[in-house]
């Protein structure tokens, strides 16, 4: 089955006759249109890619499976018609991605035309199909996440005390897109000394200083797929602060990738790393979650958190990301890509996580 009869079919255990898509990575998906505005209108009968002068010619050379169509205008100027005219009266939509306004207009439309149609929010039907992964995706994941891999030994190589955050997250970025990556798919994460106590820091024009951590969290996009990847680095000799908790945090990854099972849910994996951090006593320094999927989106499902019902999966990739934080000293988080094959973790990511 292809993804489209594969949607087709969760349409109808969801008693949808329609559904309108309009979350981007979920467009690309099901047509492979990649362009930044379009909407899917998918029934029984008939796959409609909807979007405007713009995209016209790159949708029709983009997608095989589904009909293009001009439109102009709001949403609400074209939609209503539009699912009028196919026939289907309950029509889902992604609830998650329409905004509220959207929505609002478009019931209006509806209740003062009298058109008999029903908009359905609908929840993560396109994300429960992403969530796992074919052989073509995770091929190009992988060498999303060999890029990345190639561009920490890179940084190792011209890192010294010299150079700002910012220097070094823009060369690592030439790297990778000198590598073959397209567009990074986050803004990439240099931090050093007290600024990596901050989980998602923006790179300053601080220079980078011996004996300090120094976050590096950066991903590569192959064929629209991403990686991600976090080293934590030292100039010359650790502190002995730094070698206790990174010895912690890399203790609490190994456990995590060592004991992680298909069926387990993303609480239960998030423990698995958190217990250890709190048996250390920096329980309170881990505020985030351990993991995260990732695919066509740098953050997808599943989640791994204290608050996950996600089960994991063979053939799910995700994160493996567990960190320390202290304000005013700073931070260590190591993160790796993990598939999982036949209930196994198998690690994608091969940077050395050994502190020279
Ligand atoms: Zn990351
Ligand atoms: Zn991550």
Redesign the pocket.
């Known amino acids: 089955m292809n993804r489209l009869q594969k949607l087709r079919h969760k349409l109808i255990e969801e008693e949808l006759e329609a559904l309108l898509v309009s979350q981007p990575e979920n467009y690309r998906y099901l047509s492979g249109f990649t362009g930044s505005s379009g909407w899917l209108f998918i029934s029984n009968d008939s796959a409609l890619l909807a979007v405007d002068f713009r995209y016209t010619e790159q949708a029709s050379r983009e997608t095989a499976d589904f009909e293009v169509i001009q439109v102009e205008g709001e949403l609400t100027d074209w939609f209503p018609k539009l699912a009028l005219n196919s026939g289907a009266k309950g029509i889902g939509f992604e609830a998650e991605h329409l905004s509220f306004a959207t929505y609002q207009q478009l019931a209006e439309v509806v209740i003062v035309n009298q058109y008999q149609l029903q908009l359905i929010p609908t929840s993560g039907l396109v994300k429960s199909m992403r969530i796992i992964k074919e052989p073509r995706e995770i091929e190009l994941i992988t060498r999303a996440a060999e890029l990345a891999d190639a561009a920490i030994d890179y940084v190792k190589s011209i890192i010294h005390p010299e150079l700002t955050e910012r220097e070094i997250a823009w060369e690592i970025e030439r790297f990778l897109r000198e590598g073959g990556s397209e567009a990074v798919p986050f803004d990439l ?1 240099v931090a050093s000394g007290p600024n990596a106590a901050l989980p998602h820091a923006k790179p300053t024009g601080r220079i980078i200083c011996p004996g300090e951590p120094i976050i590096i ?3 590569a996009r192959v064929g629209g797929y991403c990686s ?3 080293r934590t680095l030292c100039l010359e000799k650790p502190s002995e602060t730094f070698s206790k908790i990174y010895d912690v945090v890399l203790e609490a990854q190994f456990t995590a990738i060592n004991s992680m099972k298909a069926g387990m849910s993303g609480s239960q994996a998030d423990q698995l790393a958190r217990t250890i951090i709190n048996q250390a006593g920096y329980g309170e320094a881990f505020g985030h979650g351990l993991g995260h999927g990732i695919g066509l989106a740098a953050h997808e499902s599943p989640r791994l958190s204290a608050n996950s019902s996600d089960l994991l999966s063979s053939g799910m990739i995700f ?1 493996i ?1 567990p960190g320390i934080y202290i304000s005013g000293w700073g931070g260590i988080r190591i ?1 790796d890509m993990v598939t999982l094959e036949r209930d196994k973790i198998k690690v994608l990511s091969k940077a050395s996580k050994i502190l020279s």
């Open positions: 994460i969290d950066i991903g991600d990847l976090t994160t990301e993160e």
